[in-house]
């Protein structure tokens, strides 16, 4: 049998010499507590080293793919193929089938081989002659970084988390923004208590407050550019007559200041919509036409990414969100809930109550 086995430094191959030691997968690991006992159970038939960090990092994220190398395969080819009847034992199945499809080798992955491939790590310094451990160790550093700052670079959910803290970030101004115009409200209220009645609008509201300030100002402003003319009269009217408590010009600029925040706040929120809509259409076409971008954002963000959505089963998409419920219910042998954060959906929520259910 032979191993290959993959270090920072380069590609190393092992000739098992005693193959009946490795039937006793417990006790392998005293086979490797020593350099000497390490070389009386494998050795190394050869070693090709990488040329620089450059091509460890090829290897490396062609290894982390699941996918053959050039050099790999060039080595395999040249080594490996002589000894066509012998195993090649691999630390990566799914590495192991690539190599079978590509060279006809037979390959084995086996708790075995994960026990040998941990003695083997444990005495590579003693193993592979010619190679100092200080080399070693700065060659691991160095290709851990390059591949760190590859995944980072490379990373395909890096497309996801932006869409995971768009989402966030519209729930959070949703929240703000309501906590904003209610405090907005309450307090102009107190000066002009019948505009909170007359204009339901939160955004006009604002708008309104803004421009006009103190309540005796409305008579001669002039606010049609935000109110219907209807409203507009409406409200001059109730100006003239309102029964709320007068108020300094310092506290009318507080509430215009606030004012301005509410409105800022949202033309970000409409920008930020705007920013997630697009996104959703050019990640998730498809799920943002059946459920909508927002369902589909809140669904991408609860499951992580849309990898991890994609890999769900129907029965797990239907219920994310409602976790709590779930539970629940199973706790206290009730009917579980029959839909989550999908229950938001247009589809569904055009769906008669008794249909919900199937619809989700």
Request: proline letters at 2%.
């Given at each position: ?109 086996s ?30 550093l ?86 219907p ?67 589909g954002?809140?669904l ?9 959505l ?49 619809v989700?």
């Amino acid at each position: 049998m032979l191993v290959l086995f993959e270090t920072a430094a380069g590609y190393a191959i092992f000739k098992v010499l005693n193959e009946k030691k490795l039937q006793e997968v417990d006790s392998l690991w005293k086979e490797f507590e020593t350099p000497e006992k390490a070389n009386k159970i494998v050795k190394l038939k050869h070693f090709e080293k990488f040329q620089d960090t450059t091509e460890a990092l090829a290897a490396s994220t062609a290894l982390v793919e699941g996918k053959l190398s050039k050099n790999l395969k060039k080595i395999l080819k040249k080594i490996v193929a002589k000894d066509a009847h012998e195993q090649l034992a691999v630390a990566d199945a799914k590495l192991g089938g690539v190599i079978k499809d590509k060279l006809n080798l037979s390959c084995i992955h086996s708790p075995m081989v994960t026990e040998l491939m941990r003695g083997i790590r444990s005495q590579i310094e003693g193993l592979i002659t010619g190679l100092p451990s200080r080399e070693m160790a700065a060659m691991c550093l160095g290709l851990a970084h390059s591949l760190s700052r590859y995944k980072l670079k490379f990373s395909p959910d890096k497309v996801d988390t932006m869409i995971i803290q768009a989402i966030s970030l519209l729930d959070d101004l949703d929240k703000e923004l309501n906590n904003y115009i209610m405090r907005c409200r309450e307090w102009y209220g107190w000066h002009f208590p019948e505009l909170g009645k007359i204009i339901t609008d939160n955004l006009a509201y604002c708008k309104c407050v803004r421009k006009v300030g103190d309540r005796s100002n409305f008579s001669s402003s002039d606010v049609s550019d935000i109110l219907p003319e209807e409203i507009e009269e409406e409200v001059k009217a109730a100006a003239e007559i309102s029964m709320g408590t007068e108020v300094s010009e310092e506290d009318i600029n507080n509430i215009i200041h606030l004012c301005d925040q509410v409105i800022e706040i949202s033309e970000y929120r409409t920008q930020l919509y705007d920013y997630l809509k697009n996104r959703m259409m050019a990640i998730a076409p498809n799920l943002t036409v059946m459920v909508g971008e927002l369902v589909g954002a809140r669904l991408i963000a609860h499951a992580g990414s849309l990898l991890n959505l994609a890999k769900h089963p129907a029965s797990t998409v239907q219920l994310l969100g409602a976790e709590k419920a779930l539970f629940r219910a199973l706790k206290t042998k009730r009917d579980t809930p029959k839909f989550g954060l999908i229950y938001h959906a247009s589809l569904v929520g055009q769906t008669n109550t008794k249909n919900k259910g199937k619809v989700s």
